[in-house]
């Protein structure tokens, strides 16, 4: 079945620091959506990419989806302690009718 | 604001009883989700419903029922809870192609069994 990827499992930044997680699909997905987990939250919408090689932005946040549609990434330019938390990528299987999460990626950041 | 709510922040039950968790959405959203969450392994799909009554196994169905009987109301059902059910138990609610749309998420029920 379909596979979503997400490395690094955790990361741990000085503040201020700049961060990347990676996600990868064995399959090429229609769209790809992030989330982001607060400690002791549930998971939160963040934004979703639709178009190959579409690069959108959120304030220190940067999103880009892959020309094959089958990777993604998030970037924050220069951590604050309010970024911790746990970011999840999902993608649409096949059918489209249901959506497949990867592992997350724990960022913490030390003051 | 969409809210999704789940009955309990926090359950204990024991090996062998049924348990029922609770999520109601208040946005007439159709597709309604129950995951659960353990770390390392993210988020994993247990069951979903495009519509009343309507339901369709996720990833790990297994030891689980659901319930649909009124489009707000989505119920997870252990039908003999055993102890490798411990974990957080997140719902989620999505309007229209469930694939394709957000979902969002109630706070979570932190479920124990011993």
């Known amino acids: 079945g379909q596979q979503v990827m997400q490395i690094p499992q955790y990361q741990h930044v000085q503040e201020g620091e700049d961060f990347t997680t990676y996600c990868n699909s064995s399959?090429?997905?229609?769209?790809i959506q992030w989330y982001k987990q607060r400690p002791g939250g549930h998971p939160v919408f963040l934004i979703q990419l639709v178009k190959s090689g579409e690069v959108k932005k959120q304030k220190r946040l940067t999103f880009q989806f892959g020309e094959a549609k089958k990777n993604s990434s998030l970037h924050i330019t220069a951590t604050q302690t309010t970024d911790v938390g746990t970011y999840f990528c999902a993608g649409p299987n096949n059918a489209g009718n249901m959506l497949t999460f990867g592992g997350g990626t724990r960022l913490m950041v030390k003051p | 604001d969409v809210k999704v709510t789940q009955s309990s922040r926090y359950l204990v039950k024991r090996t062998g009883e049924k348990v029922f968790l609770e999520c109601v959405q208040d946005?007439?959203?159709?597709?309604m989700f129950w995951y659960r969450q353990d770390p390392g392994l993210g988020l994993r799909l247990i069951y979903f419903s495009y519509d009343v009554k309507m339901k369709e196994k996720g990833d790990i169905p297994e030891g689980y029922s659901v319930s649909r009987e009124k489009k707000e109301r989505f119920s997870l059902i252990l039908e003999s809870a055993s102890t490798n059910q411990t974990s957080m138990y997140l719902c989620a609610s999505s309007f229209g192609d469930s694939g394709l749309r957000p979902q969002h998420f109630g706070d979570g029920t932190r479920l124990s069994i011993l």
């Open positions: 399959t090429t997905l229609s769209n």
């Open positions: 946005m007439d959203h159709e597709n």
